[in-house]
């Protein structure tokens, strides 16, 4: 046999399935190498990068067969594919990789003189398994690696001689085989979303583990070394153009295509190759359809050849030219194939990514209040999905909540991408005397139980008495220490009742406020900010222990008082033109504007508010660092009021505000 | 020129900053400083400052000497001295928005609760006639916001109405008043505020000829609005 071997029948018999002209596409479909396509195989063979959009665990079982003389079919591929977090391996199986030659040689053996024995040859190649690795370095870029182990087998007949007392012919099989391990490298970049590129090495490294071929090395695979450039273009959400190329001048170029259901998608793809080493140009076509769920995938597609179907080739071509590629060669027939895709995920899917988080207000203990109001933070948040999905945003503060802080849901609409408000609670009992750097952990989700995304932001959670200089914040100040206020502001008006039993009812507010702030005068002393910064505020408790405090403390003390015992008070926010400002307040008497003349015989000493329901009441200004009487300091902050709020048009210009506590 | 704007500049804070001279006092007129409770009466060629609030009681006036600007003011009146002064339409807008700014927030009834249905209008004949209530301040007060724009301080006499209208509630249902100071409103191009004001004003108790001025200033009013 051997090369003296003149003329060989060449019949093929072929249980590969999945089948490459040249390196680069497989069988069930040649679809997009972009993390967002509907589908796309993990098989390895056209994606030496092993290049995946599995989130989790997948599994997948290609059965098949070929339209060759006798349609053959079998299992040809098992392999099972895991992510964690940014890395995939993959794992395969493939007993149906395989591509058998057997040929016939001129030589036969007469048995007797009815039989003839023709001598064979059977050339098997293999491949067993392979294995891949991928790590997204970031969202636009993955690398990754795969190697693959092949095996070759010869067997040639041939005719032994055997020399004893008498000379006879022994038929034997001489074989020889070889495995070896080919590996290859690649690159996935998605520098846009609608743009994908790929670049891969064909043959890179490889190693034979067992070489025991003489004679028949000239039939090996030809594995010329090389390189793979991809090309993925997404004009459309649901429209791909492929197009891979290879140094060896072959190319395949694709187009896929899908339809979303509400449980699914069907998908469509259809892709021309061509093989420099195969004729026509183009060489065949490789349609697929597909459809898939979040679970569970089925494909089907094949391969359509164009050249004729009766192969008839000379045994010293085949020897020259050997085969590239087990899978699909100038010897490959039409094929089929069947692939069942099974998805795990026990992760849940990304249906929401907060992509943007911005803290837009650091944590001051005291305004607990606001933060029920105002978000503290607020992410940019895009729905992943086709359809409209409703968000559930959540929070935790280290060393602020004990439990995850629920925000309330929002809705976003397919692809959209909106401004995601996050809320937080304080808990009553929180306490710090230091200013400290903490971290919020960011959720968020669709489901209940599952987050779909997560982010931790730093945070400063500032001392419980930090102020940030807002007079609308001193109000959360003006709402601490309720029972003891309530407490200390009955004890004091307990005291007076005897004077206070003896007044009109409608002059009871205006009596009261003057009581409680001329007791309240005999036991403090106005002390200015040490530091004269605006970042610390007393509570009220606090500033009847230290027996002091500044326009701050004392508005929110007074304040608090008023409040406790049913008077409406508001803080009138000085504003500077730079430094410090000043605060003091306004209380409503009670009083309407005909009812003045009880308390004043000066119009200037009163101001005109409408209250919520368009009522007119008589509202008085004082000064609480005027800790002489109530009288002074009523002046004082009459005098005040009317000359910057008023007179040089304060209110109206921002420069004095004024901020009602209910 | 810089020198001309240099002295205007010094003439003005010169003028600010002075103080009122009284030239002449006919009987009874009191004055009451700052956040003092007590009236005290005005002599002859007394200083008074800027946070004086002036009242004449029946046959009284007094004049003043502000800078070389002379002021009189007649009888029955009060003129806080602050409010002489001159004011730009800007201004004069500031004020006015001054008094949503001043009440509570979200109100959610914006209607002005009078209960007072006093009606004083009956004895008013035509707009420069005034009452004669010394027990009324704020009767007193709008006599004076008159005089203030007789005086040629039109803008503080409309923003003394308003307040005056706040502060004494019972002067709200004067339509003679009401229509005198949303006339002066009209005069000063502020359709929009004058309307609001003949608005209210067509809600209350009118003479027949108020009426048919009220109809016309607001017939007029719409169509300048309108353009």
Partial sequence: MKKSVLTLSLILFLFSLKIYSQNSFGLNGFWSMNKKANIMSNSIDGNPSNFSNVKDWAIDLSYGGEFANTTISNLYLLSLAKTIDKSNFYLRYTPGYQKDFIFISGQSVVLNESSTQTLSSKFSYKEIFGVGYSYQINENLSVGFTTRLFNQEFNNEVIEPIFSDSLYFNLKTESENSSFWKTDLGINFTPVEYLSLSVASINLVDISTKKDITSNSVYEIKRPKGAQFGVTLSPYKKLNFNFIYETSKSFMAGINTGLNFENGSFNLSVSALHDNEQSPYITGIVPAISYQTKILGITLSGVKYFRDKNISQSFSVFETEGINNILNNKYSFDKAALTISFRLNTIAEEKAKIINLKIVQDIFPAFDDNYLNRPFAVGKVVNQTDKKISIKPSSKIIGLNKDIIYSPDVFVNAHDTVDIPFFTIVPDSYSNTKNTVS???????????????????????????????????????????????????????????????????????????????????????????????????????????????????????????????????????????????????????????????????????????????GEDQVWIAIET?????????????????????????GLARGKVEIVDIQ | ????????????????????????????????????????????????????????????????????EKIKI??????????????????????????????????????????????????????????????????????????????????????EAMETYRKYPDTKPLSAYRIYFADLLVSKNLYEEALTEYNNIVELKLSDKEKIHTEVQMTFLKKKLLR
């Fill in chain 2, 1 to 68: 020129m810089k020198k001309l704007l240099f002295v205007v500049l010094i003439m003005t804070g010169y003028l600010s900053a002075q103080n009122f001279v009284v030239k002449k006092v006919n009987g009874d007129v009191k004055a009451q400083i700052g956040t003092s409770e007590i009236w005290n009466a005005v002599n002859n060629n007394t200083e008074l400052d800027k946070k004086t609030t002036i009242m004449t009681s029946k046959n009284s006036d007094i004049v003043l000497m502000f800078g070389n």
């Fill in chain 1, 439 to 613: 971290y919020v952990d960011f959720y968020i989700s669709t489901k209940t139980d599952e987050n779909d995304d997560k982010l931790q932001k730093p945070i400063l959670i500032n001392k419980i008495n930090a102020w940030d200089g807002k007079v609308i914040h001193l109000k959360e100040f003006v709402k601490k220490d309720a029972d003891y206020i309530i407490k200390y502001a009955k004890e004091i008006l307990s005291e007076n009742k005897s004077k206070l039993d003896t007044l009109v009812y409608f002059l009871s507010t205006f009596y009261k406020a003057k009581i409680l702030f001329d007791n309240l005068v005999k036991k403090l002393v106005y002390v200015a900010d040490p530091n004269a910064t605006s970042d610390y505020v007393q509570f009220p408790q606090q500033t009847i222990e230290l027996k002091g405090g500044d326009c701050d403390d004392l508005s929110v003390l007074y304040s608090a008082a008023l409040e406790n015992i049913g008077i409406q008070t508001a803080l009138i926010d000085y504003k500077p033109e730079k430094g410090l400002g000043h605060v003091n307040l306004l209380f409503n008497t009670g009083l309407s504007p005909q009812m003045a003349k009880w308390i004043t015989d000066n119009d200037s000493k009163y101001f005109i508010r409408k209250n919520k329901i």
């Fill in chain 1, 625 to 649: 660092t005027s800790l002489t009487d109530f009288i002074k300091a009523w002046e004082l902050g009459s005098e005040k009021f009317n000359n910057e709020a008023l007179d040089n048009f």
């Fill in chain 2, 74 to 159: 007649n009888n029955l009146s009060i003129v806080a001295l602050k409010g002489i002064k001159k004011f730009s339409t800007d201004e004069l807008l500031l004020a006015l928005a001054m008094e949503n700014l001043i009440n509570i927030p979200d109100k959610k009834d914006n209607t002005i609760n009078s209960s007072n249905t006093a009606v004083y209008g009956k004895e008013i004949n035509g707009n420069t006639k005034t009452i004669n209530d010394e027990t009324n301040f704020g009767i007193m007060r709008l006599n004076g916001a008159k005089q203030l724009a007789e005086n040629g301080y039109v803008e503080s006499a409309i923003v």
